[in-house]
């Protein structure tokens, strides 16, 4: 069976086609970007005609590569980005430029909304409690969508009054192709206005009362395995498909990249290092733990949830200094010796280049600490004035030891955010990797000597979001009977013991983490007086 899966990440599409059986095969793929758009303010934002020519033009792009009938694709589905807000008239146009999660514009709106009052954990009680006995969690995060709803309601009014619906990012594209508007469960429980405390999911009169959502706003809940509608043939046209081919919920980053690494059973964990990064482990609980901002997310199998604690910039800390650092002048690399013209190197991308000089470097970066807060944070702490930094530099650093830096610091915080996980929920001994982060052989054996655990990466981990997507349209569509049979289907591809580095490597590894873990607390307040 041919499911057609497209994975909209914060920076680009990569769309996927996948042959579904007893094991699942993919047949062809191809990528197109667009941009994300920020201000001096704290805006991000993304054009949704951006959006879909991506799809457009990397899915002509796929189907002419692989020379497939498009009558033969049973099923598109979708894994995307989470928590954006795209407000839509009734011809589902939206009325102004979606807002990216990465938004942090309504601190004034979360104020506002929660900061008030007789508080706990910094919220208001009343409201804290309240939310937490509909949804079991709580809408703490000034980048949380709610708030910028609530932003563009007394900031943009003229576009408010236009606004037909509340949608998502995969939502927003679902209603381009079906004509149809809906939230699947994972989008609804993201806005912290959905009931979870019994199996009908529905929205929360009471909580959109309170914080002053119109509940006009907010369309039908369907499932992540659900069939929407049809492709209509304009879209078709575009896309280059066949007019009619079913369309399925599928669902977003967080509840679908965990399926598709094969984390499927309670008490497994995956580590996701992409744009952004978490760590997330399944639990028949519902657990909040609002000290730490984690949360138990409604995924896309019932009675099931990710315990979900999420960082901003994880992969993006290795974007940036492959752009910053490992590049110094266009065209010259970290050894300032030009090897763009040279055919016969036997790096084939400047991230393999990066990992070769790292792997020879001493682990714990020669006491260098880097931390990745490089758009605000959100676990273990809520800082959307918080930085990135580099500490304790000397003459001695080069950029070597700031490139391993910046890939420990990552794998600090990542460790982080599973021991405050721990605190409440087991998590499994043996972690699934993936992302395009977990490509480095030399990053994800850091991050098992850094967790002290066993780490195992999927095949093709960059693209574990559109295997996921594949999967649960496989289930819609009647070709896999339930989730829990994924389980087995997707092995590891490699796996990483810790220990690799010794009992001095492991000694470095240490005290860097235990000093890491104190640099926000001991600049918090400097963070605010720069970035206030």
């Known amino acids: ?85 795209v407000l839509v008239d009734r011809e589902g146009v939206p009325v102004r430029h979606p807002m990216s999660y990465m938004d942090q514009r309504a601190s004034k709106q979360m104020e506002e909304g929660i900061g008030s009052g007789f508080k706990i954990a910094g919220m208001n009680a009343v409201k804290l409690l309240k939310s937490l006995h509909a949804t079991g969690a709580v809408s703490a995060s000034v980048k949380d969508p709610m708030w910028k709803y609530l932003w563009v309601k007394e900031e943009e009014p003229d576009a408010f009054a236009r606004a037909y619906k509340w949608l998502d990012v995969k939502e927003y594209l679902i209603s381009r192709c079906t004509g149809r508007m809906i939230m699947t469960e994972d989008s609804a429980f993201s806005t912290f206005l959905m009931e979870t405390r019994n199996e009908k999911r529905c929205w929360n ?23 929407v509608g049809p492709l209509r043939a304009q879209q078709a046209a575009e ?32 580590i996701y290092c992409g744009t952004s990064g978490w760590v997330a482990t399944i639990t028949d609980k519902q657990v909040v733990d609002t000290t730490n901002m984690i949360a138990a997310a409604v995924g896309a199998q019932p009675g099931l949830y990710n315990y979900f604690a999420e960082m901003e910039t994880a992969g993006k800390s290795l974007e940036w200094v492959k752009d910053h650092l490992a590049l110094d002048e266009i065209g010259i690399y970290m050894e300032k010796k030009d090897i763009t013209g040279n055919m016969e190197h036997v790096y084939t991308s400047l991230y393999d280049y ?70 409440k929920v087991k998590a499994s001994d043996t972690i699934r990797f993936c992302g395009g982060g977990a490509l480095s052989p030399v990053t994800s054996q850091i991050l098992a000597d850094v967790l002290d655990r066993a780490v195992e990466v999927p095949d093709q981990p960059q693209n574990v979001g559109s295997v996921g997507a594949a999967l649960t349209a496989a289930v819609g569509a009647g070709a896999i009977g339930s989730i829990e049979e994924i389980s087995g289907v997707i092995k590891p591809a490699a796996v990483y013991l810790p220990g690799s580095v010794g009992d001095e490597g492991r000694a470095a590894y240490e005290r860097n983490y235990q000093v890491f873990k104190k640099l926000h607390d001991c ?9 206030g």
């Open 205 to 227: 009169e009471g909580l959109c009362r309170t914080f002053g959502v119109d509940m006009n706003h907010l369309p039908e809940i369907i499932k992540t395995t659900d069939q």
């Open 354 to 423: 990066m990992s070769e000089v790292v792997a020879q470097s001493e682990p714990g970066a020669r006491g260098v600490l880097f931390a990745p807060w490089l758009h605000g944070n959100r676990c273990p702490f809520e800082d959307a004035k918080a930085g990135g930094m580099f500490f304790n530099l000397s003459l001695d650093t080069g950029k070597t030891e700031m490139i391993r830096a910046v890939i420990e610091g990552v794998c600090y915080h990542l460790r982080w955010m599973l021991e405050c996980e721990e605190k």
């Open 1 to 85: 069976m041919l499911i057609l899966a497209y994975d909209i990440g914060t920076t680009g599409v990569k769309t996927c086609l996948f042959d579904v059986g007893s094991e699942i095969q993919m047949v062809g793929s191809a990528s197109c970007g667009y941009g994300l758009y920020t201000f001096p303010n704290g805006g991000a934002e993304q054009h949704a005609d951006e959006w879909w020519d991506a799809m457009c033009q990397s899915t002509h792009e796929m189907m002419a590569a692989t020379d497939i009938d498009p009558s033969e694709i049973k099923g598109i589905s979708f894994c995307s980005q989470m928590q954006g807000l």
């Open 523 to 531: 600049n918090k307040k400097l963070f605010a007086q720069i970035n």
């Open 239 to 270: 896309l280059g498909l066949a007019e009619g081919t079913p369309v399925y919920g599928g669902g977003g980053d967080a509840a679908l990249i965990g399926i598709g690494a094969g984390c499927v059973k309670r008490g497994e964990t995956h």
